[in-house]
């Protein structure tokens, strides 16, 4: 305030008011059954995973012009995949993670916060922060598909084991149809064929979480070992 006091004047109301900046913290999981309960992947953290606070608006979702004015705070997830946000005025923030080729989100869901840009996971959270806040917990959980392989081999002594050194000199069988199924319910169901090669077979894309039956198409005059 800059004041001129006058003779016996009484100068009142010169107020000071002050906020202290908050944090946003939390922890990034790898859900490796893809059901969403992160809460048994703790021990799990994924590194290397950027977390972003952008300013809102209030209505809690990221809008394109919300995302495009840059993020108001930023942290990368650590090797137990925790992040903090330091720095954040107090204000309405949504908090999103970047996506990241070939992962996907498991938690939070259903709750699109973060749809303003398709770099971003869709879920995140929208928050409120006040003077000195920590805002806590606000976790994420993400997968990423699995592989099923092998291979198929001429077992010379039918004892089981591939053995291609002499002297049983077991070789790799081409030409096998392997299938994959899924349980549905309390029905399986094909999923897919593969033929074996000089190296194997193998199927991609798999969800975690679901139950799989991997089986041989039997040929004539062969056993199984």
């Known amino acids: 305030y800059a004041i001129v006091i006058t003779s016996g004047e009484d100068e009142v109301n010169n107020d000071f ?10 922890t990034k999981v790898e859900d490796m059954d893809a059901d969403g309960n992160i809460g048994e992947d703790s021990a799990n953290g994924l590194a290397g995973w950027v977390i972003n606070a952008y300013a809102d608006d209030g209505d809690g979702i990221l809008s394109l012009a919300e995302f495009t004015a840059g993020a108001a705070g930023t942290d990368t997830t650590d090797v137990n995949g925790d992040y903090t946000i330091t720095g954040l005025d107090p204000g309405a923030y949504v908090v999103c993670e970047v996506a990241q080729t070939d992962w996907f989100q498991s938690y939070p869901t259903g709750t699109d916060e973060c749809t303003g840009s398709a770099t971003l996971g869709a879920d995140g959270y929208a928050i409120v922060i006040t003077s000195g ?3 806590v917990n606000n976790d994420f959980g993400n997968w990423t598909p699995a592989t099923k392989s092998g291979f198929k081999f001429y077992d010379n ?3 089981g084991n591939y053995e291609p050194a002499s ?15 899924w349980l549905n319910g309390s029905t399986w169901q094909w ?35």
């Open 157 to 159: 002594d039918r004892d």
């Open 191 to 225: 999923l897919a064929t593969d033929l074996t090669d000089g190296t194997g077979y193998s199927f991609t894309g798999l969800t975690p979480g679901v139950t799989y039956a991997v089986c041989e198409v039997n040929q004539a005059n062969y056993f199984q070992s």
């Open 17 to 26: 008011g002050n906020f202290q900046q908050g944090t946003k913290s939390g």
């Open 167 to 181: 002297p049983q000199l077991d070789t790799k069988l081409s030409n096998w149809a392997i299938e994959l199924w």
């Open 133 to 135: 806040e920590d805002e």
